[in-house]
């Protein structure tokens, strides 16, 4: 046999050799490959996830401040909508944990609280506590006549949109104020607080986080965090009143940041509690990355009551 021929044959031997080494490999990566483990396919789904999240968090944000530097007509509309959707998924939950509230009354209440808050001056006011009593005779009349209903479902529908609308309608009482630049300006200091609370939190739970706030029912929140939260809410509060925001004065700037960033975790965590009761992660699917529209807006929810308070008391609004 030639010295080519063996070169050859040995080439082959080695070429089978080194095809059965990668068949191997690939066999012993199956089972991980298959379950999403491998290297390429955890940084690919971070950054599918980081995309997705990003995009839809843009769009949320775009969407809320262009409505509010739109005008007031703008501002309850989008809130009325968001009211909505807030509810019908508090509503979705509770079926979960075996509910049955009067989502008709309730949707439309959710509904038209907003609505009747932008209405300038003290008529936005009166509307709302004139829709509130219509929703306690219309949800008493349907338990009343509706003998599979129990009174755990007449107190769901009822808090089902005072949790998701009236709570909102604060941020809409707070745009009406002011039909102008200021009214826009003052109601955006008021959600964009709660959004910079977040994501301090967030930054700051994540890098020197330790002692956990509540481990059963939000495991990732620190009070490292909490207290990081807190520091970005009163410096975006500080900072309006620093250049004259709709007259803001440090005293009430410094109130509202600190006693808004506080109830804006206690409405995440009230939130949290309520899908960890049922046994749910989001609230929805409506945000791509972020989960239900509930999820975005728990802390909105509470920091808006708060705020409007302390803004109306402070003689601002």
Same mark, same amino acid.
């Given at each position: 046999?030639?010295?080519? *021929?063996?070169?050859?044959?040995?080439?082959?031997?080695?070429?089978?050799?080194?095809?059965?080494?990668?068949?191997?490999?690939?066999?012993?990566?199956?089972?991980?490959?298959?379950?999403?483990?491998?290297?390429?396919?955890?940084?690919?789904?971070?950054?599918?996830?980081?995309?997705?999240?990003?995009?839809?968090?843009?769009?949320?944000?775009?969407?809320?401040?262009?409505?509010?530097?739109?005008?007031?007509?703008?501002?309850?509309?989008?809130?009325?909508?968001?009211?909505?959707?807030?509810?019908?998924?508090?509503?979705?939950?509770?079926?979960?944990?075996?509910?049955?509230?009067?989502?008709?009354?309730?949707?439309?209440?959710?509904?038209?609280?907003?609505?009747?808050?932008?209405?300038?001056?003290?008529?936005?006011?009166?509307?709302?506590?004139?829709?509130?009593?219509?929703?306690?005779?219309?949800?008493?009349?349907? %338990?009343? %006549?509706?003998?599979?209903?129990?009174?755990?479902?007449?107190?769901?529908?009822? %808090?089902?949109?005072?949790? *998701?609308?009236?709570?909102? $309608?604060?941020?809409?009482?707070?745009?009406?104020?002011?039909?102008?630049?200021?009214?826009?300006?003052?109601?955006?200091?008021?959600?964009? $607080?709660?959004?910079?609370?977040?994501?301090?939190?967030?930054?700051?739970?994540?890098?020197?986080?330790?002692?956990?706030?509540?481990?059963? *029912?939000?495991?990732?929140?620190?009070?490292?965090?909490?207290?990081?939260?807190?520091?970005?809410?009163?410096?975006?509060?500080?900072?309006?009143?620093?250049?004259?925001?709709?007259?803001?004065?440090?005293?009430?700037?410094?109130?509202?940041?600190?006693?808004?960033?506080?109830?804006?975790?206690?409405?995440?965590? %009230?939130?949290?509690?309520?899908?960890?009761?049922?046994?749910?992660?989001?609230?929805?699917?409506?945000?791509?990355?972020?989960?239900?529209?509930?999820?975005? *807006?728990?802390?909105?929810?509470?920091?808006?009551?708060?705020?409007?308070?302390?803004?109306?008391?402070?003689?601002?609004?």
């Amino acid at each position: 046999m030639s010295r080519d *021929t063996q070169s050859d044959e040995q080439k082959a031997v080695g070429l089978e050799k080194g095809i059965e080494r990668l068949e191997n490999r690939r066999e012993s990566k199956e089972e991980r490959r298959v379950a999403g483990e491998l290297k390429g396919q955890r940084v690919r789904g971070w950054t599918e996830k980081l995309i997705t999240r990003t995009l839809s968090g843009v769009i949320y944000v775009v969407v809320i401040v262009g409505c509010l530097v739109w005008g007031i007509i703008p501002t309850a509309v989008l809130l009325a909508a968001m009211a909505w959707l807030c509810c019908s998924e508090f509503f979705r939950i509770t079926r979960m944990a075996g509910r049955r509230p009067s989502e008709i009354l309730g949707l439309g209440a959710a509904l038209a609280f907003p609505l009747a808050a932008c209405i300038p001056g003290l008529v936005g006011t009166e509307m709302l506590l004139c829709i509130l009593c219509i929703l306690l005779l219309a949800v008493a009349t349907w %338990f009343v %006549f509706n003998p599979r209903a129990n009174v755990a479902d007449a107190a769901v529908s009822v %808090f089902g949109p005072v949790y *998701t609308s009236v709570t909102l $309608s604060c941020l809409a009482l707070v745009r009406a104020s002011n039909p102008g630049m200021q009214g826009a300006l003052i109601a955006l200091v008021t959600i964009g $607080s709660v959004w910079v609370e977040d994501s301090f939190a967030y930054l700051v739970g994540s890098s020197i986080g330790k002692h956990k706030m509540a481990p059963r *029912t939000s495991p990732n929140k620190s009070w490292e965090g909490f207290f990081g939260g807190i520091v970005g809410c009163v410096a975006v509060w500080c900072i309006a009143a620093f250049f004259g925001v709709g007259g803001l004065t440090m005293p009430v700037a410094a109130l509202c940041g600190v006693v808004e960033a506080v109830v804006a975790v206690l409405g995440d965590l %009230f939130e949290s509690r309520i899908k960890r009761g049922v046994g749910v992660k989001d609230s929805g699917n409506i945000l791509p990355g972020h989960g239900g529209l509930l999820d975005r *807006t728990d802390s909105i929810l509470f920091g808006s009551v708060v705020a409007y308070f302390i803004l109306q008391l402070g003689g601002i609004l």
